[in-house]
DNA sequence: TTGTACGCGTTATCAA
DNA sequence: TTGATAACGCGTACAA
């Protein structure tokens, strides 16, 4: 007679009291609380909830009842202090308010709802120290999985992660056990980008690219050379220039480019934002778009589509990469081996480039 | 002698290992290791963690050393689970990859880590029903705090909330007892557009609000209906559009405003999407900017300033409002009052907006 | 000021 | 197949 909880006025929801009133913090229903109600032992419940083990269809039913009535829903805490899982992924992304990783968190958020895990993201900053301590933080905060959105964390780092719990890395080619990447394919998107020009009749095509130490920045960088040493007059060293990924860079490396004097009839830029930041740079040297030059972009933000003139760029879904990542993420997490997928590259034509003057 | 954790191996950080080795999930310090090998009681510990209790200085000393030594983190599961706080914060945002919210997220973010708390975002996509279901999983995980930017969620749900932990809210004027309310002034933002359009001697504004049952969609309408009845030719219903606060909306919307017949010199958009989507149907009509119509946006997204021409837009520091919200959250957290603080708004007059042609 | 003992809600081990 | 029982790591009455 001496229990804490009793009689826990089940389902008390959905009074008349006002709009979809928030589900009242309950007394808490313990796993405790169905068990006994249920007339069965705590640990048949934990493993009717986890499967961990056979149990009798009737108990099974009449405790999935009880569950439902008693709209019982595990502490995740208890959980993970007991050495169970915590249903959370950490996402460990670079900035939370990155418009080209944003996307990959929005489908990662979309897929790993359905599946009660919740994610929980961090920031590293491109900065490996900070990953690893954001990474850190994350273990300590007994993340069922890891998600890295490319980063600069080692290899190694990543495959030593790896041993201790499932880890799902994009941007990279990686293999492991327990270990799934996702590499989309920057290298090719780039060489879409030039032979797209290169079909329009342009054979002077200058490069901005972004930071060298940043991984996207090195391939797509890769991309750009390979496929324009196969080309005309090949690959010309003072037609590139590097900007840092933001469009105040692009900026930069399009008046460094203009000064140098050098002649070009289109630019590729290594991303959106720096290929915005390029076409100020243009106009504001009275040079128009595509009349003057063309001009390609990488990453079909959102907002290219409404930029003036639309922009020419390379799409390659980030939200599908970042549901991707996410569904691998729970096949790993079920021991399933997640299929191998690729990203594919694509060219999205709109208004920015067109055939070179002559 | 039958203790299971012995000797824990203490800093064994920063062998020669390669680079900057992730600090090996060593086999998790706890605090019942540190009392142990400090020579006191585990309570001793916990009160010097979490300032429960006077203890003395030389103990004090002692352990916190010896926290140092084993690099000892409390377990935040734990710690939940015994009652004590989580260090998490959750954040109800509504689209996690938002360009306007994002910018708040990162200033959360920017804020609580140095303080040794952790957001958890989730995000609400403006509806209802799966903000306060978000809401219920935040408290499941037992977040010590929440902060909600904006959103549908009810006043009254919001000032229940209160009742059982922190809130902060933005886009909203609240008061309560454990409830901080940090509203942005739209209406202000809008009448200051107004004035700067009518300044340069335009007469005909047409609107492009955002939708109605959005809360910021309403303020700025406020705002705007407000200033411009004071003016001239006063509001003209016929001259305002309803979009979606996204690029097509706002392309749509300047379709619409421009078949109506209607003439107009200048039109403000409720925010930056909508201006980019309107500034392309102006294009495709022929129409320049700011040639023939002055445009301006509202939020100031960073690519403002690098769109063709570059927009002139009301600005209130998203960011700061993030940064704010999380410091008010971090005193309400430390039972302090948080100094209420308005984030002010702000013309930034760009190349989209000119004098009237007459 | 300090220590002991218990409880938080769950999973895992071991018997039965 | 099921049920006790012992952790998990920490906070906190309560006692000393």
Chains 1, 2 share one sequence.
């Not at 032992?41 to 009798?56: E, H, K, M, W, Y």
């Not at 990924?245 to 004097?261: D, N, P, T, V, Y």
């Not at 595509?290 to 589509?305: H, K, N, Q, T």
């Amino acid at each position: 007679m001496s229990k804490k909880h009793t009689d826990p006025t089940p389902s008390q929801a959905g009074s008349a009291d006002g709009p979809p009133a928030l589900p009242v913090p309950r007394g808490r229903t313990t796993l405790g609380m169905v068990a006994q109600r249920a007339g069965v032992s705590p640990s048949t419940v934990s493993r009717i909830l986890n499967g961990t083990a056979n149990v009798s269809p009737v108990k099974r039913a009449l405790v999935e009842r009880t569950i439902q009535e008693l709209d019982f829903r595990p502490d995740p805490m208890a959980r993970s202090l007991a050495g169970g899982r915590t249903m959370s992924v950490g996402v460990l992304t670079q900035f939370i308010d990155s418009p080209f990783y944003g996307e990959a968190l929005r489908g990662i958020e979309d897929q790993l709802h359905p599946a009660n895990y919740s994610p929980l993201f961090v920031s590293g900053h491109w900065n490996e120290a900070e990953e690893t301590s954001r990474v850190a933080l994350l273990q300590e905060r007994k993340v069922d999985g890891l998600i890295v959105l490319t980063g600069r964390l080692s290899d190694a780092a990543l495959l030593e992660l790896a041993k201790a719990l499932p880890v799902v890395v994009t941007g990279r080619r990686l293999s492991a056990d327990n270990l799934y990447s996702l590499d989309y394919d920057n290298e090719e998107g780039m060489r879409l980008a030039v032979r797209h020009l290169h079909a329009l009749g342009h054979r002077q095509i200058a490069f901005i690219s972004g930071p060298l130490d940043h991984p996207d920045a090195q391939a797509r960088m890769d991309g750009f050379r390979g496929e324009i040493q196969t080309t005309e007059p090949g690959y010309d060293p003072d037609l590139v220039v590097i900007g840092d990924f933001q469009e105040s860079g692009g900026f930069r490396a399009m008046g460094l480019l203009l000064q140098s004097g050098r002649l070009f009839s289109a630019v590729i830029a290594a991303n959106d934002q720096m290929a915005y930041g390029a076409r100020l740079a243009l106009h504001r040297a009275g040079l128009r778009v595509p009349e003057d030059v063309s001009l390609v972009g990488f990453d079909d933000l959102l907002y290219s589509a409404y930029t003036l003139p639309p922009l020419t760029s390379v799409r390659q879904s980030v939200y599908e990469v970042g549901q991707t990542a996410a569904r691998a993420m729970l096949d790993l997490l079920a021991r399933r081996t997640p299929p191998s997928k690729v990203i594919p590259a694509e060219l999205v034509v709109r208004e920015s480039t067109r055939m070179v003057r002559r």
